[in-house]
């Protein structure tokens, strides 16, 4: 049931994308108090990418269903699948920054479904939450980025912001903005330093792989630097930033792809190199390099998910992906060796394939701006080329030996070999019978979304003999000379990168160190003693007001005649009462001192006039000195317990004089302040009036703030209920 209304979707959502006009806009506010709406637009490049999630799509749930055929959980399976092309279809599709961000931060979900599906294999659940980290991270950085981009533009329509992109760059937000967009489209299409999520990804079930490495996920990246270019493309950080970062991902990858002895993980890590070369391309930004990059995209989707696909089926057929221990695979899978053939000539740039075409157009863009661009890709698709020989050679056509583990005949199962077949024949009609509908309906439409100001001409299969003709040829031989001494360059990189630290060990170095972080400041910040909360609470109330708030008018003079000799007693009793409490071994001293440090404060409040005040104050000092007196009775005696130390004592004086310099502070700051008095007027007219009282202080707390009042009743009563249970609880345990 589940692969049906899979497969049917898909069908449902690949006819529409066929048979709609480009430039349809589809519209509905969505939050318009934020300016989020749920728009739809397709034009070029959102046709081109939902092609080939539609397409790829229908042949990944077709492989699927026999690959997870008899595996528990294979209906859900191919809903995660569906949800995961879903999210990917929505991104292209979003044209709106904030529902982009949404359909993004799905496929990052989608994908931790997937990737993680297999979930009772520890490597699993590992790989999946490293992707998850790593791209959801990226995400918080995008998102950032776009909300920046939102405001300098004054919309969240995409299609607005791009017809205003010219007058960004003068913008401050402009370089912030962009270096955000960047980390969260790098981290989702695995550039160098993020690129080691996504050979970890390879965890996956063979269906997710193929994919997630050929038209989704990895591809988003991708398709947001193409759609934002127009934007950020005149800028000399945009350059040098996809260039750098995408040269050095196919460098530094392709390396790393001939040292693997796993099929699966060499095609994983050459997916890390075709993202760096399309990022390479986007960079230039010229017509031909965008050209190239749009046809690399389709022929890449085309023979990846067809790569993934045979590989798959040759692990289920042995049991095993190792390129050692698998040959002459040609005779038992015969259908699957073709659909390699086709996939790794088209990967290799052999004419007249897709990747042939591509690499053409790479090759004119990269000499059009010097020799460097133009040695870099020689160098990348000469080591690609010789990883293709390898993943085809040696399975399928070498002689097997006593390693060799023997194949069942698994392509009984025509879902099995079917779709990657399809796939390789339609690389092949592509560039044959169909370049010009290919250019006329989604490359050159394609290209004026990603470069509406560059003139684009149609790609040509045969352009004569021509130095980038030349130079695919030189690439091949050169792909061969490598994939014959694959063994010696295997030991030379073996020896070279051998000091130099992994992507996957700093990822769980980064998460060792979070996580050790975290719980040094959990056992500073939540030691389980109420004191410390509050001491550090008011402590930094206290700092806050002390040295963020504007310096406090002080007096040119000082009256010292005019102060009363009962006020300097008062003072001076005041602090010999605190400081008693400070420094007292003893809780019975230490509650009495407490207690006249209130009563002193009672006596000030009666010498400026404010006797409800003190009332109150009064007999809140009654009260408590008897219920602490009532409590210290209950606690155990000083010998029973471990006393202060003299260092705790000065802490606690030190962030007791602190926070009563904060309240100083306050109080002087609204003493010397003009307050608002319209507040003090509206009481004094309407106290005798409408409340029938004269006492202004009563009639607020029993008038005009009587549900305050009753709020400060009910916490005290039920502070005294709380104080009362625990005092009887007590009292029936002592009996």
């Known amino acids: 049931m589940g692969f049906s209304v899979a497969l049917h979707l898909f069908i449902v959502i690949g006819l529409w994308v066929l048979y709609t006009p480009l430039g349809v806009d589809l519209h509905w506010n969505w939050v318009p108090s934020l300016g989020a709406s749920f728009s739809i637009r397709l034009d070029g490049l959102s046709m081109l990418f939902s092609w080939l999630i539609c397409g790829i799509g229908l042949f990944v749930q077709l492989y699927a269903f026999h690959y997870m055929k008899g595996k528990p959980l294979s209906g859900l399976f191919h809903v995660y699948l569906t949800l995961f092309m879903v999210a990917m279809l929505g991104l292209v599709l979003a044209g709106n920054l904030m529902l982009l961000f949404v359909f993004w931060e799905l496929t990052t979900v989608t994908s ?3 990737i993680g599906f297999n979930h009772d294999q520890e490597i699993s659940r590992k790989n999946a939450l490293q992707a998850m980290l790593v791209t959801g991270a990226g995400g918080l950085a995008l998102l950032a980025g776009l909300i920046l981009l939102g405001q300098m533009a004054g919309t969240w329509e995409i299609i607005q912001i791009i017809n205003r992109g010219a007058a960004f760059t003068s913008d401050k937000r402009f370089t912030p903005a962009l270096i955000l967009i960047l980390i969260g489209a790098f981290t989702k299409s695995a550039q160098v330093p993020f690129h080691f999520w996504l050979p970890g990804a390879m965890s996956a079930p063979a269906p997710v792989s193929a994919f997630l490495h050929s038209a989704t996920m990895v591809k988003a990246g991708v398709y947001l630097l193409a759609r934002l270019a127009p934007v950020f493309s005149q800028s000399d950080l945009w350059f040098w930033s996809l260039a750098l970062t995408g040269g050095a991902t196919a460098v530094w990858t392709v390396i790393l792809t001939l040292q693997q002895r796993d099929l699966k993980l060499m095609l994983a890590y050459s997916t890390n190199v075709a993202l760096g070369k399309l990022v ?3 960079a230039l930004g010229t017509r031909y390099a965008i050209s190239a990059a749009l046809m690399f995209t389709i022929a890449h989707a085309l023979y990846k998910a067809a790569l993934f696909m045979v590989i798959g089926t040759v692990d289920k057929a042995t049991g095993t992906r190792n390129i050692d221990q698998v040959a002459g695979l040609g005779r038992t899978l015969k259908f699957s060796f073709l659909a390699a053939g086709l996939s790794a000539l088209s990967k290799a740039g052999v004419p007249p ?10 090759y004119k863009a990269a000499l059009q701006i010097s020799y460097v661009p133009t040695i870099l890709l020689v160098f990348v698709n000469a080591l690609m080329g010789a990883m293709v020989l390898l993943v085809v050679v040696r399975p399928f056509i070498s002689k097997p030996d006593a390693m060799t583990v023997p194949a069942s005949s698994v392509e009984k199962y ?5 779709p990657p077949l399809c ?33 684009h001409e149609s790609l040509k ?8 003709l030349v130079l695919s040829g030189a690439s091949l031989l050169f792909a061969f000379f490598l994939f014959k001494c694959h063994t010696r360059i295997k030991r030379f990189i073996d020896r070279t990168t051998r000091m130099l630290p992994a992507g996957s060990q700093c990822y769980d170095l980064i998460v060792k160190g979070i996580i050790r972080s975290g719980s040094v400041l959990t056992s500073v910040l939540q030691h389980g003693r109420l004191t410390g909360y509050i001491f550090m609470l008011f402590f930094l109330m206290a700092l806050i007001f002390l040295f963020n708030t504007p310096a406090l008018p002080m007096p040119d003079t000082v009256n010292w005649q005019g102060i009363r000799f009962y006020e300097v007693m008062l003072a001076l009793g005041l602090a010999a009462a605190v400081t008693t409490v400070i420094l007292s071994r003893s809780r019975l001293l230490a509650i009495v001192s407490l207690s006249v440090a209130g009563f002193i404060t009672t006596l000030f409040l009666m010498f400026y006039n404010a006797p409800d ?3 109150t104050q009064l007999l809140v000092e009654t009260l408590s000195v008897i219920f602490l007196v009532i409590i210290v009775d209950r606690l155990p005696k000083f010998s029973e317990v471990r006393p202060h130390k003299f260092g705790t004592q000065m802490l606690n004086t030190a962030i007791a004089v602190t926070i009563g310099a904060g309240v100083f502070k306050i109080l002087y700051a609204m003493n010397t302040a003009h307050p608002d008095t319209t507040l003090i007027g509206f009481f004094s007219a ?3 009036i409408a409340a029938h009282g004269r006492n202004i202080v009563n009639v607020i707390l029993v008038d005009f703030r009587a549900i305050d009042t009753l709020g400060e009743i009910t916490v005290v009563v039920m502070a005294a209920l709380g104080a009362s249970a625990i005092l009887l609880q007590k009292k029936r345990k002592n009996r």
């Open 112 to 114: 931790y479904l997937l």
């Open 461 to 468: 299969l045969w352009q004569g003999l021509n130095l980038p």
């Open 686 to 688: 309407n106290s005798m």
């Open 613 to 615: 005040v003190a009332k």
């Open 353 to 362: 394939l897709p990747g042939f075409l591509s690499k053409e157009y790479m």
């Open 414 to 418: 025509v879902f099995l070999w079917i």
């Open 280 to 282: 390479f391309l986007l």
């Open 423 to 455: 796939l390789g024949i339609l690389a092949l009609l592509a560039t044959t019978i169909g370049l010009h509908w290919l250019n006329t309906t989604l490359i050159i439409p394609a290209a004026r979304a990603v470069a509406p100001n560059v003139w």
